[in-house]
């Protein structure tokens, strides 16, 4: 079956860029999603098919995906960016998350 | 725009099963396509299947086939997914999701993501 890995945390500076990596064999081949994650709530889509912005999410958030990494940037990042992320990918008939990545804005 | 209304917490013996709901208002039928995933207490996002409004079809995870079923009420809009023989491992919140903009997706890829998301419900495993 097919893995896709994150890393377990992240650290940023607040105002500084983020980025979040998705790893999986050949990813660039596939479309990628990403989710944010506050305690006690559900997921929220803030990339979705690797670079697309739902309505509602600011620009500061971007995706790109090539090779064996897809990647989330939060740029400008803000006390609010605090949550987890958590990347999906489809490999037929599943869905497939990545173990999630813990954003701190220090 | 879709939305989505999750029943209930629930608390369950080892051995029994569970079914949870999800009632979907804003779109059509068709354009349900329910997908359900779990999160165990500190833990990340596991899918367990989902729903495939116009072919009225299911796709399960490998891991919960034979464990699992999801059905549908086309008059109420709601799916219902049932987990049987629950372990304490099954300690989850469950969370539906609709797939857009298309329930089936075959081959490697899939340009369809999950979006929106119910608020969750809270499964309680415990003797």
């Known amino acids: 079956s097919y893995e896709v890995t994150q890393p377990l945390s992240v650290s940023v500076a607040l105002g500084q860029t983020a980025t979040i990596t998705c790893a999986g064999d050949?990813?660039?081949?596939?479309?990628v999603h990403w989710y944010q994650q506050r305690p006690g709530q559900a997921p929220l889509l803030v990339i979705y098919?690797?670079?697309y912005r739902p309505s509602g999410i600011p620009e500061r958030f971007s995706g790109s995906n090539s090779g064996n990494t897809a990647t989330l940037t939060i740029s400008s990042a803000q006390a609010g960016d605090d949550a987890d992320y958590y990347c999906?990918?489809?490999?037929?008939?599943?869905?497939?998350f990545g173990g999630g990545t813990e954003l701190t804005v220090l | 725009q879709v939305q989505l209304v999750q029943s209930g917490a629930e608390v369950k013996k080892p051995g029994s099963s569970v079914k949870v709901s999800c009632r979907a208002s804003?779109?059509?039928?068709?354009?349900?396509?329910i997908n359900w995933v779990r999160q165990a207490p500190g833990q990340g996002l596991e899918w367990l299947g989902g729903?495939?409004?116009?072919?009225?079809?299911?796709n399960y995870a490998l891991k919960f086939q034979g464990r699992i079923t999801i059905t549908a009420d086309e008059s109420t809009s709601t799916v219902y997914m049932e987990l049987r023989s629950l372990k304490s491992d099954d300690t989850a919140v469950y969370f539906c999701?609709?797939?857009?903009?298309?329930?089936?997706?075959?081959?490697?890829?899939?340009?369809?993501?999950?979006?929106?998301w119910g608020q969750g419900t809270l499964v309680t495993v415990s003797s």
């Open positions: 098919r690797v670079a």
């Open positions: 050949n990813i660039g081949s596939k479309n």
């Open positions: 999906l990918v489809w490999d037929g008939p599943s869905w497939v």
């Open positions: 804003g779109d059509t039928f068709l354009n349900y396509n």
């Open positions: 729903f495939i409004s116009i072919f009225r079809t299911t």
């Open positions: 999701a609709n797939m857009l903009p298309s329930g089936y997706c075959s081959g490697a890829d899939c340009p369809s993501w999950l979006d929106p």
